[in-house]
């Protein structure tokens, strides 16, 4: 059993989402960095869609009975009281009665507390996810008494996955509207400098730079979105579509982040100067 | 038909009209293609996901059918207080009087064509010109659970609170998704709704 002393900031559970269920307009959400969720589970034995807890920091939890556990994703300060601190990417096995505490990152945003067997949260239409957008999944609020799974019974192998530069130059490709965009605005995204905005969430990360103007200035009638689709509202400042992104949007789609790189767009903290680069057309 | 560009994991086909959208996602939910993910049709847009697919296969369901979906599953109905905040507005709009929107409105059987933006969320077709309104130029950033609305040819209800742009007309207690149910989506594509005044 944990115990949540402090729920921290932007904390949730996370495993890879409920892909599948577009048709009843349920996104897939799942963990914003899924490689740093999969890589916490993979250095527990896990199973890679074990439940993890995505949080930007502040998260405590006290361990009712040893457990082992891992923080992966952003790099930090990990405090275990009256023991040694914890190192990220690196698996501690911790007494009963050990409380751990998450500071806030120094680099990146968001970090993946896992525990060998899985946090034992009630999965909802086939997922642990909370997905931020549609209020829908599993809660967690302090007080809360989580169980854990049980022991996996698989080895825990050395991973050395985990040096994974975060990259501030996106690389991305025409998205379905490029064509209702200034050749200008095409100019102003592959070139300057967008800043990540202290306004964005799991839904999106929104960026503040040189506006990006339309040709076509028609109402766009909502159509489907993929996580790093990068919507243009009518102020012109983009916003590159994470996790909890909804299922179909209004506004038009001028590139798409590639796969490789959302984590780092999701792991980018305000203020982080983000280039994108076009790949080829 | 055009297809778009959306990433290596997807491609978005944009069509005239609904009924071609509509065809083309009943022909990709029977196929078989290998690897696709998720299809998800909008107004006038299909898109597909997919990890690793036949594109020739993907490409070839997307021409669209000669033959009309036919909507004939179940029909749904919503009971609806017309007291929306847009009653005056969309009177100005059309010319009709509160009791002729709300006639027209309700007398109806509405097919509900997709879902999307949130959960639960249908798009309802059927609805009368007369009632075709672009969206607010102004969203609301709060639009109640429950609020009865129309926009362009579509109606819907606002299974949550969220932001919105659509006119409102009334409001309704039914809880338009639950995952407590079997089923949680109250309406899901291809079932029919009327909207019964209470």
């Not at chain 2, 978005?12 to 990709?28: F, G, I, K, P, T």
């Not at chain 2, 033959?67 to 507005?89: K, N, Q, S």
């Amino acid at each position: 059993m944990i115990e949540v002393l402090n729920a921290g900031i932007g904390s949730s559970f996370q495993d890879l989402g409920r892909p599948g269920l577009a048709h009843l307009g349920v996104g897939r959400s799942g963990a914003a960095d899924r490689a740093s969720h999969r890589l916490a589970n993979r250095l527990l034995g896990n199973d890679e869609s074990a439940a993890t807890i995505e949080t930007c920091g502040l998260l405590s939890l006290r361990l009712h009975r040893s457990a082992t556990v891992v923080v992966t994703g952003a790099t930090g300060s990990v405090d275990v009281r009256d023991g040694r601190a914890m190192a990220v990417n690196n698996v501690h096995d911790l007494p009963a009665g050990a409380d751990v505490t998450v500071r806030p990152p120094e680099e990146g945003l968001r970090y993946y507390v896992g525990v060998r067997g899985g946090f034992e949260v009630e999965p909802v239409l086939g997922s642990r996810s909370f997905d931020t957008l549609a209020a829908l999944g599993p809660r967690l609020h302090a007080g809360d008494r989580i169980g854990i799974g049980p022991d996996p019974r698989t080895p825990m192998a050395a991973d050395l996955g985990f040096h994974r530069q975060l990259d501030t130059l996106i690389h991305v490709s025409d998205g379905p509207r490029y064509d209702w965009f200034t050749a200008d605005a095409w100019a102003l995204l592959t070139t300057q400098p967008y800043v990540v905005s202290p306004a964005g969430n799991r839904v999106g990360a929104r960026l503040t730079g040189p506006a990006l103007e339309r040709v076509q200035i028609r109402e766009l009638l909502s159509e489907g979105l993929v996580e790093g689709a990068i919507q243009v509202p009518p102020d012109g400042q983009p916003i590159v579509m994470l996790a909890d992104h909804p299922v179909t949007g209004g506004y038009p789609v001028i590139a798409v982040v590639a796969p490789q790189d959302i984590a780092s767009v999701a792991q980018a903290r305000p203020g982080t100067v983000l280039r994108f680069r076009h790949t080829a057309r | 038909m055009r297809v778009l560009p959306f990433g290596p994991g997807a491609l978005l086909a944009e069509y005239d009209s609904l009924a071609e959208v509509m065809s083309v996602d009943e022909a990709l939910r029977a196929s078989e293609v290998a690897g696709i993910d998720e299809i998800i049709p909008a107004a006038r847009t299909v898109l597909v996901t997919f990890r690793q697919v036949d594109r020739a296969a993907l490409e070839a369901l997307l021409v669209p059918g000669a033959a009309a979906t036919r909507i004939d599953g179940p029909i749904v109905d919503i009971p609806v207080v017309y007291d929306g905040e847009d009653l005056g507005e969309v009177a100005d709009a059309t010319g009709f009087s509160t009791e002729q929107i709300v006639a027209t409105h309700s007398s109806t059987v509405y097919s509900a064509a997709f879902l999307g933006f949130t959960p639960g969320w249908v798009y309802l077709v059927g609805l009368p010109p007369s009632l075709q309104l672009p969206r607010r130029s102004t969203p609301r950033t709060a639009v109640p659970a429950g609020s009865v609305a129309i926009a362009n040819e579509f109606t819907g209800v606002y299974p949550t609170v969220s932001p919105g742009g659509w006119h409102l007309l009334g409001h309704t207690s039914v809880q338009m998704f639950d995952v407590t149910r079997d089923k949680p989506a109250l309406v899901v594509a291809g079932d029919r709704v009327r909207f019964v005044p209470t």
